[in-house]
């Protein structure tokens, strides 16, 4: 089979590695893809995901077989529509599917709808509603940008203060763009967090392992929310008796709402919790893969991610067991300096090479290009994923940070943290 993943980023380059290992495909494609991805595919980086038009035609022009759409963007936009339409077979929700992500307002009156555990909310298309809300509410506080904001329109504010200037930066502004049009207000939920990524076809759901990540930008949770500073899977906070509440409570629930509402869901749904003290609840949900918890995910799975992606959009999932390694693996992700705020790009990468033949090591790239030298620099915040696998947690952090010093260039920065909690679970 011929595959075309739409992305470019860490998360499609772990996707592509996963394709790369099945048996099934002759031919891996990418758009546009990054300098990592070049060596596992052929790229086309003049074609960015929200260009359609070129998407089809490419696809079309390859004959591929099947169009993987990876990132939140193209997915709320329905790029899988507009390939359907042209007859290709595409992986991935619908765009009424994809509002799920597209639209936090959406997914909030969703799960207050049919019951699915969340924390208390209100929502505001009037910035000064809004700001008369606040002086009554309990501090701390989450705001959320209502659309699609790269994963840093969330602001966490402490104190009335704080909460103003967000509603201010968000909302008049706009400082997300027009995902601030609208903005979720929401109780600040405390406990453990903990991602749960899993494959849908519709009606049946199955949950990869889990997963926890981090979105401050600074050691111990500080600074800005980024895209995800680092991962590890599974997460030791994730019990047995965690996951049946959320399967009985969260996953089928949702899965069987989005149908009840005739948006059929198919393709990857990201379940972001919080354990809290009152039991697991869902902070947000994504429809797709999130970065960096694929890293992390998919080098530990042992299906064949073709046959998955298959048997979600033939509605067969139901006949799949996912099967997972028996280890762990952490993600450490190595950002350019002054992330997610302004930073410089074109530094010289070194010391990929020391990635090459070493078994359970992996350097995701995601924010990488070739330059005219043929030498690949830094083209974005965060540049490479570099993960790890071992028999234990501890052991896949250090090896993650040990390979994590393999690599150099420019203004390189990473968090010394990552999966720190475990060490103290």
């Known amino acids: 089979m011929k595959v075309l993943i739409v992305g470019g980023g860490g998360r499609e380059h772990a996707i592509a590695v996963s394709m790369r290992k099945s048996p099934r495909v002759d031919a891996l494609y990418c758009v546009p893809g990054n300098a990592g991805i070049a060596q596992i595919a052929e790229c086309e980086p003049s074609i960015g995901v929200m260009e359609f038009d070129k998407i089809v035609s490419y696809a079309k022009e390859k004959a591929v077989d099947l169009v993987f759409v990876a990132p939140d963007d193209p997915l709320a936009g329905g790029l899988v529509d507009v390939l359907e339409e042209a007859g290709l077979r595409a992986f991935g929700p619908r765009k009424n599917a994809a509002i799920l992500e597209g639209s936090k307002a959406f997914s909030k009156d969703l799960m207050k709808k049919y019951h699915i555990p969340t924390a208390d909310y209100e929502t505001f298309d009037d910035p000064q509603k809004a700001l008369a809300y606040l002086e009554t509410a309990k501090f701390p506080i989450v705001l959320k940008a209502d659309g699609l904001a790269l994963g840093k329109g969330v602001l966490i504010c402490s104190t009335l203060e704080e909460a103003r200037a967000g509603v201010r930066e968000i909302m008049e502004d706009k400082h997300f763009g027009t995902a601030g049009d609208v903005l979720v207000i929401e109780e600040f939920l405390t406990g453990r967090e903990v991602s749960v990524l899993a494959f849908v076809d519709g009606k049946t759901i199955r949950t990869m392992t889990s997963a926890q990540d981090h979105k401050r930008a600074k050691d111990g949770d500080q600074g800005l929310n980024t895209g995800g500073m680092g991962c590890f899977s599974p997460s030791p906070f994730y019990t047995e008796e965690v996951d049946a509440f959320c399967r009985q409570y969260i996953y089928q629930p949702t899965v ?159 968090r010394h943290d990552i999966g720190k909690a475990i060490e103290e679970a």
């Open 256 to 414: 069987d709402a989005m149908a009840e509402e005739g948006r059929e869901f198919k393709g990857v749904l990201f379940f972001g919790l919080m354990l809290t003290p009152q039991g697991p609840k869902v902070l947000e949900y994504n429809a797709r893969f999130g970065d960096p918890e694929t890293q992390v995910v998919l080098c530990r799975m042992e299906n064949d991610i073709l046959d998955v992606a298959d048997a979600c959009i033939d509605g067969t999932l139901d006949q799949v067991e996912l099967r997972f390694q028996d280890n762990a693996a952490v993600c450490v992700v190595l950002a350019s300096q002054g992330y997610p705020e302004s930073y410089e790009k074109g530094f010289e990468i070194s010391g990929l090479e020391n990635f090459e033949a070493r078994e359970g090591y992996y350097c995701f790239h995601a924010g990488s290009r070739l330059n005219e030298e043929g030498h690949i620099v830094t083209n974005g915040g965060r540049v490479l994923g570099v993960t790890a696998k071992g028999d234990t947690l501890r052991e896949a952090r250090a090896k993650a940070y040990e390979a994590a010093e393999w690599v150099s260039f420019a203004n390189k920065y990473m």
